[in-house]
């Protein structure tokens, strides 16, 4: 059974950092696609981040590209997502989710394509 467990939410001022993890157990993350995405109160969940395990293809949303970096670390199954400059409208709850197939760039932010999910982490940007 798949399992997702994120961390490293917080609060921080406007133009901080932050890196959050997600840490991933059973199965071996071979061929899957890793994406991080948010939901803001009110709003629709939005995908923000996908890196494929099988060859580190990456896509980004408009919204993060130049800010924010996913990466991964195959020898402890880790997905990490960096965070720079942030902003108030990065404010959201950070969920991470996978799915057995390679990314693509027209269809890696649609959440409704992945089947496991983790239960989230709080990101708060405030000044």
């Known amino acids: 059974q798949v399992q997702l467990v994120e961390s490293g939410g917080g609060l921080v001022q406007p133009g901080e950092s932050l890196r959050l993890s997600c840490a991933a157990s059973?199965?071996?993350?071979?061929?899957?696609?890793i994406t991080w995405f948010r939901q803001a109160p009110g709003k629709e969940r939005e995908g923000v981040a996908c890196?494929?395990?099988?060859?580190?293809?990456?896509y980004y949303s408009d919204s993060v590209k130049g800010r924010f970096t996913i990466s991964m670390d195959n020898v402890k199954n880790t997905i990490f997502l960096q965070m720079n400059s942030l902003k108030p409208e990065d404010t959201a709850v950070y969920y991470c989710?996978?799915?057995?197939?390679?990314?693509?760039?027209?269809?890696?932010?649609?959440?409704?394509?992945?089947?496991?999910w983790g239960q989230g982490t709080q990101v708060t940007v405030s000044s």
């Open positions: 989710a996978t799915g057995p197939w390679a990314p693509y760039s027209g269809s890696w932010f649609m959440s409704h394509i992945y089947d496991s």
């Open positions: 890196i494929s395990y099988s060859d580190g293809t990456t």
């Open positions: 059973g199965f071996t993350l071979n061929y899957y696609t």
